[in-house]
């Protein structure tokens, strides 16, 4: 939950910034404070800086906390979002087609699908509550 962290997120979600960008864009006290976090990224390797000055993402680079999400353009999303929403839409899909039908309800099959939608459904809010900004 640090500021540097803070400072890897915002080039995750996208875009190159120069300091002073990202000391605007997350409040920073001053450039120095900026300038100190972007370098020390840099120095990890997890930045790299461009002929005009700006900080960019390094290429193929992710650090743990970032694994958990997803990105498509600047949206970023948890995960396990994605696996939430597949199991809900199989659940209900697999009860609309019964009550249609007629048919009675497999309670293996709808216990197991409910539980895995429920545990997906709670680690994609834990991601998106532990995210860093």
């Known amino acids: ?7 890897y997120w915002e080039f995750f979600k996208g875009g190159g910034y120069g300091v002073r960008e990202i000391q605007r864009r997350l409040r920073l006290s001053s450039p120095s404070v900026a300038l100190y976090h972007l370098e020390k990224l840099r120095r990890l390797g997890l930045l790299d800086k461009d002929n005009y000055g700006q900080y960019v993402l390094a290429d193929g680079v992710k650090i743990g906390v970032m694994r958990s999400f997803i990105k498509f353009g600047r949206l970023v999303f948890p995960r396990y979002l994605f696996y939430a929403i597949f199991f809900w839409a ?6 609309a087609e019964s009550i249609l039908w007629g048919l009675s309800l ?23 509550r532990d995210r860093l900004i």
Do not use: F, K
């Open 1 to 7: 939950r640090g500021t540097t962290l803070r400072v």
């Open 90 to 95: 199989a659940l209900s899909t697999y009860i």
């Open 106 to 128: 497999d309670a293996t099959l709808t216990v197991v699908t409910l539980c895995a939608a429920s545990a997906s459904t709670y680690e994609a809010v834990r991601a998106w």
